[in-house]
């Protein structure tokens, strides 16, 4: 089955970055659309970013759009999310997902239908 395995979390100031990355496996990965979605606590799950199967379109939400770059290798079955310029409104569990089927800008969490279990990202003031 697909496995989806995050790293990369951490602890950090505020204005530091972190690189985080998502390791699948069970699954075509070149095949899928990927995503990377947080949660902060006593808030929904939103998404941070999402990219195509061939890396060649992106999505970044507002909120994150000029300090996160998405990445993807397929030789490698690894997504990225670098995060630069972190503020403490980052701090939440990262998720990263994947969806077999077509990148739209529109997608959101119900869209993706495999799930890591998350890593933490706490950026502090």
């Known amino acids: 089955q697909v496995q989806l395995v995050e790293s990369g979390g951490g602890l950090v100031q505020a204005g530091g970055s972190l690189r985080l990355s998502c390791a699948a496996s069970?699954?075509?990965?070149?095949?899928?659309?990927m995503g990377w979605f947080r949660q902060a606590p006593g808030k929904a799950r939103e998404v941070v970013g999402t990219i195509s199967w061939s890396g060649g379109s992106t999505y970044y939400a507002d909120s994150v759009k000029g300090r996160c770059t998405i990445s993807r290798d397929n030789a490698k079955n690894t997504v990225y999310l670098q995060m630069n310029s972190l503020k403490p409104e980052d701090t939440a569990l990262y998720y990263c997902?994947?969806?077999?089927?077509?990148?739209?800008?529109?997608?959101?969490?119900?869209?993706?239908?495999?799930w890591g279990q998350g890593t933490q990202v706490t950026v502090s003031s």
């Open positions: 069970g699954l075509t990965f070149s095949m899928y659309a």
């Open positions: 997902a994947a969806r077999l089927g077509d990148w739209l800008r529109s997608l959101k969490a119900d869209d993706f239908s495999s």
